[in-house]
């Protein structure tokens, strides 16, 4: 609880930084560009230089299934509505949204799809729009061939329900409310190197601030290994961890945490990459399961366009 | 590509997914979807919660209480109130404590319209647009019936301002097939939310909820009934919002902002509650919050009531709730000690 206070505490005066931070960058970086300059490439992929297709985040925006312990799907976009590079820097418009399907009970009849899990179906929603910069040339010069690193500020909604009443999680004292959900500014830092030939390492820190819910702060840290073994299939490895540092004076809610690693290999092809996974995750679940805390170990398959 | 590269990477997708099995283990006990951990309804060990007997000053008082603020007085009536005589007192500044000090107020509750040898039973009071309002269940004799009394339905019986006395109309608003929807009444903003809790198996009781403007109480047609997830005029598509309940009492406790339901199982000896964060719930699982004490009640006695009050010196997440001892042995509350068959008040933590 002193943390959620502290974290309160400082969320304006965070945000307020960061959010000068990366005006002063985008500033810095445009100055002396002439507008003819610019190489303006619509609708260019993902929402980021550094994918976040592999994570092992539940809030990451990637379309996929989870065949047990709960049968979950999730539908998800993540594109840039518009890339503008100049003067050795690319901003990035975008927009990402997913909407996750979850069944409250594990297990399943006949087939592990959504509406064949047991238990009543649990959704949310969550839509983002951002604005990131990779600063393209300083990278390279630091970080290799590869290399990446960008800044980003999002701001986004979540929302969490349930289809039909006989989902009985009502809060006890101590719990999250609402899911978890509500309206918030996401301000991240991510890297990528490649230590190998054919292998790179990322990673990612970022704070989730909320405006409005039961959490004020959601601070995360994630990173991973891309293996580019061969054309097609690329072995994937990343971490997960973030802490929800709530409000305690909202049902005397106690903090919670997730964390998560997950393996997979990326088929890769021309219409995008499939990656059967398998996940292993403790700690707090995500939308109405946010007062469940459990260790869950997951299989499933993921889909991105891009 | 190698082959020996394929072989590699599917021998370890293959063994991790089979460690994987994809299973789920919890990590703490905050959660049990069988309802019955956590000091749940199966919980018999909850700790015994004597309180103090409510009215203290009154000898023959049996029966669990319901109540009701009337202007700087509280309204205390005994579920027994339409068979004892003087079963309904105003009580200025009722306290945890019960050292309250109560005006009798003799018999309130006027005849039914209805059937003149019809029984007006209280259920519960709730404050209308214009003045308290009582539900109560209206029997009539039927020596074919447990206990020689049948119920016939549902009803109203708005306060008369002058005579103090609960007036039944000249219709009932449910028949007795009905869920007895005013077992627990309850004013959120305009609106009134009536509980009613119907006995759905051996032992056990489903209850479902009706609202209506706090105008409009004594209009059965201006009632809506929930159907698990909006409102509807339908009374047969009322869905049950808690299952495996009692006779449930619901109140809104502020410093919590939630709606906590308090009832005893049927024929129970242990309060349990529910919270929701909106009248008609979803409604956590249950929690035992305490024992009744029935020890001087004899052998087969059981708790009944669970009603809440509004009553001072009840501490911050905490609420005040009676009850009293009942039961079917014959003469057993007449034989016995009354004291043990008189309501008493309890404070206990909510869940």
């Given at each position: 609880?002193?943390?959620s206070y502290?974290w309160?505490?400082?969320?304006?005066?965070?945000?307020?930084?960061?959010?000068?931070?990366?005006?002063?960058?985008?500033?810095?970086?445009s100055?002396?560009?002439?507008a003819?300059?610019?190489?303006?490439?619509?609708?260019?992929?993902?929402?980021r230089?550094?994918?976040?297709?592999?994570?092992a985040?539940?809030?990451a925006?990637v379309?996929?299934?989870?065949?047990?312990?709960?049968?979950?799907?999730?539908?998800?976009?993540?594109?840039?509505?518009?890339?503008?590079?100049?003067?050795?820097?690319?901003?990035?418009a975008?927009?990402d949204?997913?909407?996750?399907?979850e069944?409250?009970?594990?297990?399943?009849?006949?087939?592990?799809?959504?509406?064949?899990?047991?238990?009543?179906?649990?959704?949310?929603?969550?839509?983002r729009?951002?604005?990131?910069?990779?600063?393209?040339?300083?990278?390279?010069?630091?970080?290799?061939p590869?290399?990446?690193?960008?800044?980003?500020m999002?701001?986004g909604?979540e929302?969490?329900?349930?289809?039909?009443?006989?989902?009985?999680?009502?809060?006890r004292r101590?719990?999250?409310?609402a899911?978890g959900?509500?309206?918030?500014?996401?301000y991240?830092?991510?890297?990528r190197?490649?230590?190998?030939?054919?292998?790179?390492?990322w990673?990612?820190?970022?704070?989730?601030?909320?405006?409005?819910?039961?959490?004020?702060?959601?601070?995360?840290?994630?990173?991973?290994?891309?293996?580019?073994?061969?054309p097609?299939?690329?072995?994937?490895?990343?971490?997960?961890?973030e802490g929800?540092l709530?409000?305690?004076?909202?049902?005397?809610?106690?903090?919670?945490?997730?964390?998560?690693?997950?393996?997979?290999?990326?088929?890769r092809?021309?219409?995008?990459?499939?990656?059967?996974f398998?996940s292993?995750?403790?700690?707090?679940?995500?939308?109405?399961?946010?007062?469940?805390?459990?260790?869950r170990?997951?299989?499933?398959?993921?889909?991105?366009?891009? | 590509?190698?082959p020996?590269?394929?072989?590699?990477?599917a021998?370890?997708l293959?063994?991790?997914?089979l460690?994987?099995?994809?299973c789920?283990?919890?990590?703490?006990h905050?959660?049990?979807?069988?309802?019955?951990a956590d000091g749940?309804?199966s919980?018999?060990?909850?700790?015994?919660?004597?309180?103090?007997r409510?009215?203290?000053?009154?000898?023959?008082?049996?029966?669990?209480?319901?109540?009701i603020a009337?202007?700087?007085?509280?309204?205390?009536?005994?579920?027994h109130?339409?068979?004892?005589d003087?079963?309904?007192?105003l009580v200025?500044?009722p306290?945890?404590d019960?050292?309250?000090?109560a005006?009798?107020?003799?018999?309130?509750?006027?005849?039914?319209?209805?059937?003149?040898d019809?029984?007006?039973?209280p259920?519960?009071?709730v404050?209308?647009?214009?003045?308290?309002?009582l539900?109560?269940?209206?029997?009539?004799?039927?020596?074919?019936?447990?206990?020689?009394?049948?119920?016939?339905?549902?009803?109203?019986?708005?306060?008369?301002a002058?005579t103090?006395?609960?007036?039944?109309?000249?219709?009932?608003?449910?028949?007795?097939?009905?869920?007895?929807y005013?077992?627990?009444?309850?004013?959120?903003?305009?609106?009134?939310?009536?509980?009613?809790?119907?006995?759905?198996?051996?032992?056990?009781?489903?209850?479902?909820?009706?609202?209506?403007?706090?105008?409009?109480?004594?209009?059965?047609?201006?009632?809506?009934?929930f159907?698990?997830?909006?409102?509807?005029?339908n009374a047969?598509?009322?869905?049950a919002?808690?299952?495996?309940?009692?006779?449930?009492?619901?109140r809104?406790?502020?410093?919590?902002?939630?709606?906590?339901?308090?009832?005893?199982?049927p024929?129970?000896?242990t309060?349990?509650a529910?919270?929701?964060?909106?009248?008609e719930?979803?409604?956590?699982?249950?929690?035992?919050?305490?024992?009744?004490?029935?020890?001087?009640?004899?052998?087969?006695?059981?708790?009944?009531?669970?009603?809440?009050?509004a009553v001072?010196?009840?501490?911050?997440?905490?609420?005040?709730?009676?009850?009293?001892?009942a039961?079917?042995?014959?003469?057993?509350?007449?034989?016995?000690?009354?004291d043990a068959?008189?309501p008493?008040?309890?404070?206990?933590?909510?869940?």
């Amino acid at each position: 609880m002193g943390y959620s206070y502290f974290w309160s505490a400082v969320a304006p005066s965070r945000s307020s930084f960061v959010a000068a931070a990366l005006a002063a960058s985008l500033c810095f970086a445009s100055r002396g560009a002439r507008a003819d300059d610019a190489q303006v490439t619509w609708i260019p992929g993902s929402s980021r230089e550094i994918s976040r297709f592999v994570s092992a985040s539940r809030d990451a925006p990637v379309s996929g299934l989870v065949f047990g312990p709960r049968v979950r799907a999730t539908a998800a976009a993540d594109f840039a509505i518009v890339k503008i590079r100049f003067d050795g820097v690319a901003l990035r418009a975008g927009f990402d949204g997913l909407f996750d399907l979850e069944h409250a009970d594990t297990g399943y009849r006949g087939l592990p799809l959504p509406g064949r899990g047991n238990g009543p179906m649990l959704w949310r929603g969550m839509y983002r729009v951002s604005l990131a910069l990779s600063a393209e040339r300083l990278a390279r010069a630091w970080l290799g061939p590869r290399g990446a690193i960008e800044i980003a500020m999002t701001v986004g909604h979540e929302s969490d329900h349930v289809t039909g009443d006989t989902f009985d999680d009502a809060p006890r004292r101590g719990d999250i409310v609402a899911g978890g959900g509500g309206e918030f500014a996401i301000y991240e830092v991510a890297l990528r190197k490649p230590i190998a030939p054919k292998l790179d390492v990322w990673g990612r820190a970022q704070d989730r601030a909320y405006f409005r819910g039961p959490i004020f702060h959601a601070p995360g840290i994630e990173g991973g290994l891309r293996w580019r073994a061969w054309p097609h299939l690329w072995p994937t490895f990343s971490l997960f961890g973030e802490g929800l540092l709530v409000n305690p004076n909202l049902n005397g809610a106690k903090d919670g945490w997730f964390v998560a690693a997950l393996a997979g290999l990326a088929v890769r092809g021309a219409a995008g990459e499939l990656m059967p996974f398998v996940s292993t995750d403790a700690g707090n679940g995500k939308g109405l399961l946010i007062n469940r805390r459990e260790l869950r170990v997951s299989i499933g398959v993921r889909y991105a366009p891009f | 590509m190698r082959p020996s590269d394929f072989a590699v990477v599917a021998a370890s997708l293959g063994v991790a997914v089979l460690f994987a099995s994809a299973c789920v283990v919890k990590l703490d006990h905050e959660f049990d979807s069988s309802g019955t951990a956590d000091g749940g309804e199966s919980n018999a060990d909850a700790a015994v919660a004597a309180g103090c007997r409510a009215l203290p000053g009154v000898a023959s008082l049996t029966g669990d209480l319901r109540s009701i603020a009337i202007g700087d007085d509280t309204l205390f009536l005994s579920e027994h109130a339409s068979s004892i005589d003087g079963a309904a007192f105003l009580v200025r500044a009722p306290g945890a404590d019960c050292a309250w000090t109560a005006t009798p107020l003799g018999d309130v509750i006027d005849p039914s319209p209805i059937r003149a040898d019809a029984i007006v039973a209280p259920m519960d009071l709730v404050a209308t647009d214009t003045t308290v309002a009582l539900y109560y269940t209206l029997y009539v004799p039927d020596s074919s019936a447990a206990f020689g009394i049948r119920s016939i339905g549902i009803g109203l019986a708005p306060r008369d301002a002058m005579t103090g006395h609960f007036v039944p109309t000249n219709e009932l608003l449910w028949s007795a097939d009905r869920a007895p929807y005013g077992g627990s009444a309850l004013r959120v903003g305009d609106l009134v939310y009536v509980y009613g809790c119907v006995t759905s198996g051996f032992l056990a009781d489903d209850c479902y909820v009706a609202r209506v403007s706090a105008s409009s109480v004594a209009s059965v047609a201006a009632y809506a009934y929930f159907d698990g997830s909006r409102w509807t005029a339908n009374a047969d598509a009322s869905a049950a919002i808690v299952q495996s309940a009692g006779s449930a009492n619901v109140r809104y406790d502020a410093a919590s902002a939630r709606f906590v339901m308090t009832y005893v199982p049927p024929l129970a000896s242990t309060i349990v509650a529910r919270t929701a964060f909106a009248p008609e719930g979803p409604w956590s699982v249950p929690t035992a919050l305490a024992s009744c004490d029935l020890a001087a009640a004899g052998a087969g006695a059981f708790c009944a009531g669970a009603h809440q009050h509004a009553v001072a010196g009840v501490p911050r997440g905490s609420v005040a709730v009676t009850y009293a001892a009942a039961t079917f042995t014959p003469g057993g509350g007449s034989s016995g000690p009354m004291d043990a068959f008189a309501p008493r008040l309890v404070v206990l933590p909510i869940p």
